[in-house]
């Protein structure tokens, strides 16, 4: 069970990220910031210091959620597609269930210098998420699964970007459901290729 200074940030974060998705980062006043959340300044600049770092602690919890997520899946899976599957699935569903929040990450990382705050993504967290798919691929190739011809690191790039582009195309235009099946399916291709046998 999560402590009451733990529900209330992610309440807070909630509530600062409505601001940010309706008017963006530079649209969003700290005084939008203190109105969504019920926050006074004083508070909300001692537990995020600006609106810059309440930015940045929104990314965070972006990329810890969707790790944490990926990890949980990973109990009990010992194929390298199963763990794969069960990472597409994690980050389909952190997708569905967080769709501003996932459009924030994105809009970030395609952000023109100027347009979000210096260092708002966490390089650390970021290699953190992909270093785990590039384990489990790492592990594919060692148990024979996966065609040790290639990089890891190309391998993992395809799996991930893959499962990167069925996420951004859902969310510009949504088609079907981002759930396990499509998880199934983006990795039996990845693993099958689209040659005909």
């Known amino acids: 069970m999560q402590s009451k200074p733990l529900r209330a940030r992610e309440t807070v974060l909630a509530s600062a990220l409505k ?10 006043s700290m005084q939008d910031i203190l109105r969504a959340t019920g926050l006074s300044k004083p508070t909300a600049y001692y537990y995020f ?17 969707s790790f944490r997520l990926m990890e949980s899946g990973l109990k009990g899976k010992t194929t390298c597609q199963a763990r794969l599957v069960e990472v ?23 952000a023109l210098p100027g347009e979000i705050p210096p260092n708002s993504i966490d390089p650390s967290k970021r290699q953190r998420n992909f270093e785990l798919v590039l384990q489990i691929v ?11 011809a290639y990089a890891t690191v190309e391998l993992a790039h395809g799996i991930f970007g893959a499962i ?10 949504p088609h079907g459901a981002l759930d396990r099946r499509r998880a199934e399916r983006i990795v039996a291709l990845f693993y099958n290729g689209a040659r005909k046998q």
Do not use: C, M, P, W
């Open 19 to 28: 601001a940010f998705a309706r008017r963006g980062y530079a649209g969003t």
């Open 88 to 110: 597409a699935a994690a980050l389909f569903d952190f997708a569905a269930r967080h769709q501003n929040l996932t459009r924030l990450v994105f809009a970030t990382v395609f």
């Open 49 to 65: 210091q600006s609106k810059a770092g309440l930015f940045r602690a929104i990314l965070a919890f972006a990329y810890d959620e």
């Open 164 to 173: 990167s582009h069925q996420i951004r195309t859902h969310l510009i235009q």
């Open 138 to 148: 790492r592990a594919g190739q060692k148990a024979g699964e996966l065609d040790s």
